[in-house]
């Protein structure tokens, strides 16, 4: 099975960028769907942005981030990468990388089997 975890989170700026990755260990994560979720204090778990298994060329946005958040793969390192630019207060969430085995047509929590422990953005005005 595969595990994962989370880095990248940290404090910036209105308008500022963070990179986040998701590591997978114990499987090749090419063989999974995977998804970008966050929960703000106060507020349900919400999609953010997900990528298709494979050569990852499907991607899904949520309308809040289309056009400032960017999901792709990087093969080599076994790697999920969500780069985020233009943030707004409104971003700062914790932010879970979640996976399934299959394709990327779920945008729900229940849709995921594994999850990693999530990673803190915070964006300050």
Same mark, same amino acid.
């Given at each position: 099975?595969?595990?994962?975890?989370?880095?990248?989170?940290?404090?910036?700026?209105?308008?500022?960028?963070?990179?986040?990755?998701?590591?997978?260990?114990?499987?090749?994560?090419?063989?999974?769907?995977?998804?970008?979720?966050?929960?703000?204090?106060?507020?349900?778990?919400?999609?953010?942005?997900?990528?298709?298994?494979?050569?990852?060329?499907?991607?899904?946005?949520?309308?809040?981030?289309?056009?400032?958040?960017?999901?792709?793969? $990087?093969?080599?390192?076994?790697?999920?990468?969500?780069?985020?630019?233009?943030?707004?207060?409104? $971003?700062?969430?914790?932010?879970?990388?979640?996976?399934?085995?299959?394709?990327?047509?779920? !945008?729900?929590?229940?849709?995921?089997? !594994?999850?990693?422990?999530?990673?803190?953005?915070?964006?300050?005005?």
């Amino acid at each position: 099975q595969v595990q994962l975890g989370e880095s990248g989170g940290g404090l910036v700026q209105t308008g500022g960028s963070l990179r986040l990755s998701c590591a997978a260990s114990g499987g090749t994560f090419t063989s999974y769907a995977v998804a970008w979720f966050r929960q703000a204090p106060g507020r349900e778990r919400e999609f953010v942005a997900g990528i298709s298994r494979w050569s990852g060329r499907t991607t899904h946005y949520a309308d809040s981030v289309k056009g400032r958040f960017t999901i792709s793969r $990087d093969i080599a390192k076994n790697t999920v990468v969500l780069q985020m630019n233009s943030l707004k207060p409104e $971003d700062t969430a914790v932010y879970y990388c979640a996976a399934n085995l299959g394709p990327l047509n779920d !945008y729900t929590r229940s849709g995921y089997d !594994y999850w990693g422990q999530g990673t803190q953005v915070t964006v300050s005005s």
